[in-house]
T-cell receptor
Framework: KAGVTQTPRYLIKTRGQQVTLSCSPI?????VSWYQQTPGQGLQFLFE???????NKGNFPGRFSGRQFSNSRSEMNVSTLELGDSALYLC?????????????FGQGTRLTVV | DQQVKQNSPSLSVQEGRISILNCDYT??????FLWYKKYPAEGPTFLIS?????DKNEDGRFTVFLNKSAKHLSLHIVPSQPGDSAVYFC????????????FGAGTRLFVKA
């Protein structure tokens, strides 16, 4: 069974641009969460989607948005990029929502803003 | 406001000895705790979890202990192996938070051969 797939793996963007990251969850998993990892900050929760609906949201500005499609694939968009947005963006999928469960992570997308 | 704290950024242990990674949390409504391991250039992988109704859970060389009154959990690795060298993340979730998983900052473990 294929794992969580994130594309692209690496990305370099300029300040002010926008970027879209993609995540394909494990087959059968309907919940997708996004995290930002920066040195010393751990994994900061961005948002969670289930059945095309945002279920949870972290404390990030409105420049960060996401969506989920009917096949459970998810995209994350960051507009008006800032240097501080440089980070590893991780997507995780899980079988269910509304209960405690472990998540399965992709390899992440390394975003560098210059 | 860091609800899950891993106060040791790094830990160095000799091969064969015990590794103890610590984690504190502030939200008493968390009722499920997890540990993930992360190698460079890979996503975190689930290691072990514990529900708040238990105080210990064991899986091979890995044991997680939960002290609810102290809001503290720890991961014990015995014996430690060089392949255990990685970043370990503590995480917590609960119904009142909509089950979103909150992660700590991570502890980098070095196991010396």
């Amino acid at each position: 069974k294929a794992g969580v797939t994130q594309t692209p793996r690496y990305l370099i963007k300029t300040r002010g641009q926008q970027v879209t990251l993609s995540c394909s969850p494990i087959s059968g998993h309907r919940s997708v969460s996004w995290y930002q990892q920066t040195p010393g900050q751990g994994l900061q929760f961005l948002f969670e989607y289930f059945s095309e609906t945002q279920r949870n949201k972290g404390n990030f500005p409105g420049r960060f948005s996401g969506r989920q499609f009917s096949n459970s694939r998810s995209e994350m968009n960051v507009s008006t990029l800032e240097l501080g947005d440089s980070a590893l963006y991780l997507c995780a999928s899980s079988l269910a929502v509304g209960q405690n469960t472990e998540a399965f992570f992709g390899q992440g997308t390394r975003l560098t803003v210059v | 406001d860091q609800q899950v704290k891993q106060n040791s950024p790094s830990l160095s242990v000799q091969e064969g000895r015990i590794s103890i990674l610590n984690c504190d949390y502030t939200n008493s409504m968390f009722d499920y705790f997890l540990w993930y391991k992360k190698y460079p250039a890979e996503g975190p992988t689930f290691l072990i979890s514990i529900s708040s109704i238990k105080d210990k859970n064991e899986d091979g060389r890995f044991t997680v202990f939960l002290n609810k009154s102290a809001k503290h959990l720890s991961l014990h690795i015995v014996p430690s192996q060089p392949g255990d060298s990685a970043v370990y993340f503590c995480a917590a979730s609960g119904a009142t938070g909509g089950f979103k998983t909150i992660f700590g900052a991570g502890t980098r473990l070095f196991v010396k051969a």
